[in-house]
């Protein structure tokens, strides 16, 4: 491998490892909001402790994500300083204001909840995690801006061989912008939700705590049930939106590789080991039609024909993403979205009323739906990422033509061996905290001191 593949593999291993936390934040961040806000309203304190419990787990989270997404800066210079110059008058527009506006917003707030316990007023305490929870959602939001401007470039014009922002409005209005959020947002929400079911069905199994993480749990169930539906209804607006902008990408996802009308959708596909022919599959018919048109019978284009017309259009090159990834990263997003789903609704039913199942397997499903999400999400952002290829901003700058020509194969090797190293040690860190205080159950709450106990607020 050279500089540019090494760098590749660099960069897609350092984000995937950030957005393993990313989603995690964003939904969980408002799910303690809202038993902290049941908690006010209520004065129950299974609610308080259930806060306490998950803003903890939250806190861990966001700290080891803000620590990993700030490497994915550096990446842009160090390695991709051609792409980085091409693209900074646009790319840094959207991610500076994320900077200054939603991560200000957000870690600000953030402290105020941290060292506000006892310190300000219940409901005044209460906005501050609510408007963490707004500064998560609006740092989303301007990140996916940059990030959808590679999938559908606008507003811009070629200047002195670089890209040049002409309107930031039409940039945070992309149209892709626009249906790429609700999925993701959809998606964090179930990452936390089913985060929720995992770490308390694993209490409940061992009869632990059973009036905080029950009704967390139900939570859990609800929230992936909810925010599963919702995936499924921006996916498929987002599938159309995909297929009119990046047909090559619904092509890849689908092994498609003659333009069909009423084409169906493979649930299973076995091929040549380069991608280029199909060999076995199992399909839905009309599906796939549906998915990328809105209609059963619609014309969806195939990767032979795609490849021909940009070939046209831009020049000769092979303008084929790498099929067998597409393809299956495609079918695993669903998937473990899908199953997610399924042990969810099994969990609801199973525990309605008083009822507590005694099988073991419900157990040992329910706490494994922790990871179902986080993987649907990697191979979400695999998908979108690698059917992009070989562009990096498609249309008008490629992959190859992005790295730094000054750095080197060892330097590149280097790069990414000590920081696959180091978010390996990472890794454990976050694992060994999140279990240590998931295992920890919900803290006791200390009853209130009598007034003449407290200590005066300005004493020194």
Not at 231 to 256: C, N, S
Not at 292 to 312: C, K, R
Not at 402 to 414: D, H, I, R
Not at 433 to 450: R, T
Request: aromatic fraction near 14%; charged fraction near 15%.
């Amino acid at each position: 491998m050279d500089a540019l593949d090494l760098s590749r593999w660099q960069f897609g291993i350092t984000t995937v490892y950030h957005y393993l936390f990313v989603p995690l934040t964003i939904g969980l961040s408002a799910l303690v909001a809202g038993l902290q806000t049941a908690w006010v309203r209520t004065g129950k304190e299974h609610y308080l402790r259930a806060t306490r419990f998950w803003g903890k787990l939250f806190l861990i989270n966001f700290a080891i994500g803000v620590v990993t997404g700030i490497v994915q800066e550096f990446q842009f210079g160090m390695n991709w300083s051609a792409y980085s110059r091409f693209v900074g008058d646009i790319f840094g527009a959207p991610l500076a204001i994320e900077g200054l506006l939603a991560f200000f917003l957000e870690s600000t707030f953030l402290g105020l909840w941290i060292f506000g316990w006892d310190r300000l007023p219940k409901k005044l305490h209460l906005a501050t995690i609510w408007l963490a929870s707004l500064g998560t959602l609006l740092s989303a939001y301007f990140i996916l801006a940059a990030n959808s401007w590679m999938q559908h470039p606008v507003g811009w014009t070629m200047g002195d061989g670089r890209a040049e922002l002409t309107s930031i409005g039409a940039v945070l209005t992309n149209p892709t912008t626009l249906v790429t959020f609700p999925h993701t947002i959809t998606a964090c929400f179930l990452t936390a939700g089913a985060m929720l079911l995992a770490v308390s069905a694993w209490h409940l199994r061992k009869g632990d705590q059973t009036e905080v993480f029950r009704p967390t749990m139900r939570l859990g169930a609800w929230v992936v049930l909810i925010a599963g539906v919702g995936v499924m209804i921006t996916g498929d607006i987002q599938a159309r939106v995909m297929t009119e902008q990046q047909p090559m990408k619904m092509a890849a996802a689908e092994a498609l590789y003659g333009t069909t009308g009423s084409a169906s959708f493979s649930l299973f596909t076995v091929g040549s080991l380069d991608g280029g022919e199909e060999l076995y599959s199992v399909r839905v018919p009309s599906l796939l039609s549906f998915m990328a048109t809105g209609s059963p019978d619609g014309e969806v284009e195939g990767i032979d024909n795609l490849q021909a017309a940009y070939e046209e259009k831009y020049g000769p090159g092979d303008y084929r993403p790498i099929v067998p990834v597409t393809y299956w990263s495609f079918r695993l997003m669903i998937g473990f979205g899908g199953l997610a789903m399924l042990i969810a609704a099994a969990a609801l039913w199973l525990n309605r009323g008083d009822r507590r199942p005694r099988g073991r397997w419900l157990w040992i499903a329910a706490v494994s739906t922790v990871a179902m999400p986080l993987l649907a999400n990697s191979f979400g952002w695999i998908f979108t990422e690698m059917g992009r290829q070989p562009w990096t901003v498609f249309g008008i700058f490629k992959t190859a033509e992005s790295g730094s020509p000054s750095v080197s194969t060892g330097e590149a090797a280097t790069g990414l061996i000590v920081l696959t190293v180091l978010y390996g040690i990472l890794a454990v860190i976050e694992f060994g905290l999140f279990v240590k205080y998931a295992k920890a159950g919900a803290p006791p709450i200390e009853p209130e001191p009598h007034e003449e106990d407290k200590p005066l607020a300005f004493a020194y």
